[in-house]
């Protein structure tokens, strides 16, 4: 990895992706969280809402960069508003929840990307989705259950993320400076597979 282009935060529900992107931004105004399209009901805050004619349309003008589904929305990423945040000096902070969804990312920006897991116990995630008034508490529990299904099933060869943190061992304003630190840095090499089993067992020593 060579020259960070953005970066993607990959975790379950509750992992901090909101958080770690909020401290950031505190860190360092160049990083932002770039605002999805969003296509559905609930929460409006932090996205573009949209028909679904008009995201048709972003489709057909090839704009659609990502594409996704949870609790019953459609979420997208649309390249003009990435275009848009690179040219006024931003880096753009993108989240995914799936690794088919990261795969299908990276292959469409094709530029180098620091590709970041939060992570944190089951437990965790209860305590934290409880404790800020989700009303789907055991929905995202079995988010989080899919997502370490997800993760399980890597290939021990398969290089998907430069960082492995763990979001309850160490402050959003801590993960926040590693990540940082790791983009400035641009040469962070890529964790295997096996490293990435050896993390979600806990037989791999906290990331630094």
């Not at 990423?77 to 880096?91: K, N």
């Not at 960082?163 to 402050?171: E, F, G, I, K, P």
Request: charge should be negative; charged fraction near 25%.
């Amino acid at each position: 990895m060579t020259g960070v282009r953005g970066v993607l935060l990959f975790g379950p529900p509750a992992a901090g992706k909101d958080t770690i992107s909020e401290a950031l931004h505190a860190l360092d105004a160049r990083f932002a969280q770039l605002v999805k399209v969003k296509v559905g009901t609930g929460r409006t805050a932090g996205y573009r809402m949209a028909t679904a004619e008009q995201l048709g349309s972003l489709r057909a003008a090839g704009r659609v960069l990502l594409e996704t589904e949870r609790y019953g929305n459609t979420y997208a990423v649309d390249r003009d508003d990435l275009d848009a945040m690179r040219a006024a000096g931003g880096i753009p902070v993108v989240h995914v929840g799936s690794l088919a969804h990261l795969r299908q990312f990276a292959g469409a920006v094709d530029e180098p990307w620091l590709q970041v897991l939060l992570w944190l116990p089951r437990e965790d995630c209860a305590v934290r989705s409880a404790g800020r008034g989700d009303r789907d508490t055991d929905e995202r529990l079995d988010v989080w259950d899919a997502t370490l299904k997800d993760l399980a099933a890597a290939e021990p060869d398969e290089e998907l993320f430069h960082l492995l943190l763990r979001t309850d061992l160490r402050t959003a304003e801590e993960t926040a400076l590693v990540v940082s630190q790791a983009a400035a840095a641009g040469t962070v090499p890529a964790r295997s597979g096996r490293e990435l089993a050896a993390f979600l067992s806990g037989t791999a020593a906290p990331a630094r």
